[in-house]
C-alpha cells in the first residue's frame, strides 16, 4: 500500500489542508478529481495528512471526514504527526463526538488509540460526554453512550479502572 509522501506539498496541498479544516467539502472533492487520491495522503511540513486538519476542524466535518478517510489509499486513522498526534486524539482533543465514534468505526482504527493519551485530551478539554465514551468503549469493548451522568453504568460501580494514569 503506498505511504503517505513527505516534501510533497505545495499551493494545491495547502488548499486542500484549508478546505479539510473549514469543512469545506465541495472543495475538497474538487481538489480530490483534480489531484488524485494521492492528494490525501501527503504530507505537510507537521507531517500532517487531510484527515488531520478534518479533525481539527469542526465537529460538523463529519462528512468530510467519512469522505476523506473512505477515499485514503492509507490507514490515515492512526497515522501519528510530527507531534505525534493522530486524527483521532485531535478530535478527542476538540470533543468532536460524532467523529470520535465515527473513526473508532473504520476497519483500521486500532483500539489502542482510545487508551490513557485520547482520554486524557478529552478530560484535559472538560469532553465529558466524549470521555465517557471513551471509558464506556474501553470497558465494555465495544462503542456505546451508557451514561453521560458521571456514574458508572449498573454493576460497573467497584469494577472501573483508571486507564488515564
Excluded: W
Aim: proline share 5%; aromatic share 6%.
Amino acid at each position: 500500500m503506498p505511504t503517505p509522501r513527505e516534501g510533497e506539498g505545495s499551493a494545491v496541498s495547502e488548499e486542500l489542508y484549508i478546505a479539510c479544516s473549514e469543512g469545506k467539502l465541495e472543495e475538497v472533492k474538487r481538489l480530490y478529481e483534480e489531484l488524485g487520491a494521492h492528494c490525501l495522503d501527503q504530507l505537510d511540513e507537521d507531517k500532517q495528512v487531510a484527515l488531520h486538519h478534518v479533525a481539527n476542524g469542526s465537529e460538523d466535518n463529519l462528512e468530510l471526514a467519512e469522505y476523506v478517510a473512505q477515499r485514503s489509499r492509507k490507514n490515515t486513522v492512526g497515522l501519528k504527526d510530527a507531534y505525534d498526534m493522530t486524527p483521532f486524539h485531535i478530535a478527542c482533543e476538540n470533543g468532536h463526538f460524532e467523529m470520535v465514534r465515527y473513526l473508532t468505526t473504520l476497519k483500521d482504527f486500532n483500539p489502542e488509540l482510545r487508551r490513557n493519551s485520547a482520554a486524557f485530551l478529552a478530560a484535559r478539554h472538560e469532553h465529558k460526554k466524549l470521555l465517557d465514551f471513551l471509558v464506556n468503549e474501553q470497558q465494555t469493548g465495544s462503542p456505546t453512550v451508557e451514561s453521560t451522568s458521571g456514574s458508572p453504568p449498573p454493576g460497573k460501580a467497584n469494577s472501573r479502572k483508571c486507564f488515564i494514569c
